[in-house]
C-alpha cells in the first residue's frame, strides 16, 4: 500500500529535551515536506526537500532541522523544544514527474507533539 | 495580509444545499492550485486541482481567476459525508513551496 508513515503518533516531552519524528515514503516520491499545523493558523511549511541531500526553508523553520540523506526517509528534529513548538505535525510526499506543479501530495497521519 | 485566505465559516447547511468556497491569494506568480479535505484532525487529502480552465468532479466544480487571483469550490447536492474542512493551497513558482489557507469548516445536517 503505497503510504507515508510518521512516528511516534503522540508525544509528551519536556523543554530542551532533543526529539527526532521520523518520516518515510514507500512512492518513491522525490518532493518530500513537513508542515505544522495550529488552530487559527492552518498548515504551515517548515522545511521541504527536492530530492537526496537537497532541503530548504519553508515559512516557519526557526528551532527545526531536517537531513534527506535518503530518498525515502525525512527525518524532522527539534534540538531544544520548545512549548510554542506545541503543535500537530505531518510529513507529506509528492512526485515531481509529469506535470508536477500538479501532482498531489500525500500526507502521512500525524504527530501530535506537546512540550511541556 | 495572508497569502492565502479563506473564509472561516463554518457553513451549515442542509442536506442537498448548494455551497460555495472562496480563496484569494496574495502572489501573483503563484503557479498551480488545489482544494483539499481535511476530517477532524486527520491529514489533509486531494479533493481536486484547479485549472486555469475550471474542472468539475461530480457534484464538485473548481475555478480559478487569474487576473483576480481568486479560487472557488462549489459542491451541489451537500451530503452529510461532506461535513469537514476544506483547504485551499497555493504552490509557488517553481512548485516547491506550499501555502495553505487557514480553512474552510462546513456542517451538512440531515
Known amino acids: 500500500e503505497a503510504q507515508v508513515t510518521q512516528n511516534p503518533r503522540y508525544l509528551i516531552t519536556v523543554t530542551g529535551k532533543k526529539l527526532t519524528v521520523t518520516c518515510s515514503q514507500n512512492m518513491n516520491h522525490e518532493y518530500m515536506s513537513w508542515y505544522r499545523q495550529d488552530p487559527g493558523l492552518g498548515l504551515r511549511q517548515i522545511y521541504y526537500s527536492m530530492n537526496v541531500e537537497v532541503t530548504d526553508k519553508g515559512d516557519v523553520p526557526e528551532g527545526y532541522k531536517v537531513s534527506r540523506k535518503e530518498k525515502r526517509n525525512f527525518p524532522l528534529i527539534l534540538e531544544s523544544p520548545s512549548p510554542n513548538q506545541t503543535s500537530l505535525y505531518f510529513c507529506?510526499?509528492?512526485?515531481?514527474?509529469?506535470?508536477?506543479?500538479?501532482?498531489?501530495?500525500?500526507f502521512g497521519p500525524g504527530t501530535r507533539l506537546t512540550v511541556l | 495580509r495572508k497569502e492565502v485566505e479563506q473564509d472561516p465559516g463554518p457553513f451549515n447547511v442542509p442536506e442537498g444545499a448548494t455551497v460555495a468556497f472562496n480563496c484569494t491569494y496574495s502572489n501573483s506568480a503563484s503557479q498551480s492550485f488545489f482544494w483539499y479535505r481535511q476530517d477532524c484532525r486527520k491529514e489533509p487529502k486531494l479533493l481536486m486541482s484547479v485549472y486555469s480552465s475550471g474542472n468539475e468532479d461530480g457534484r464538485f466544480t473548481a475555478q480559478l481567476n487569474r487576473a483576480s487571483q481568486y479560487i472557488s469550490l462549489l459542491i451541489r447536492d451537500s451530503k452529510l459525508s461532506d461535513s469537514a474542512t476544506y483547504l485551499c493551497?497555493?504552490?509557488?513558482?517553481?512548485?516547491?513551496?506550499?501555502?495553505f489557507g487557514a480553512g474552510t469548516r462546513l456542517f451538512v445536517k440531515a
Open positions: 507529506a510526499s509528492r512526485s515531481t514527474a509529469g506535470l508536477a506543479a500538479y501532482n498531489e501530495q500525500f
Open positions: 493551497v497555493v504552490l509557488s513558482t517553481g512548485g516547491f513551496k506550499t501555502i
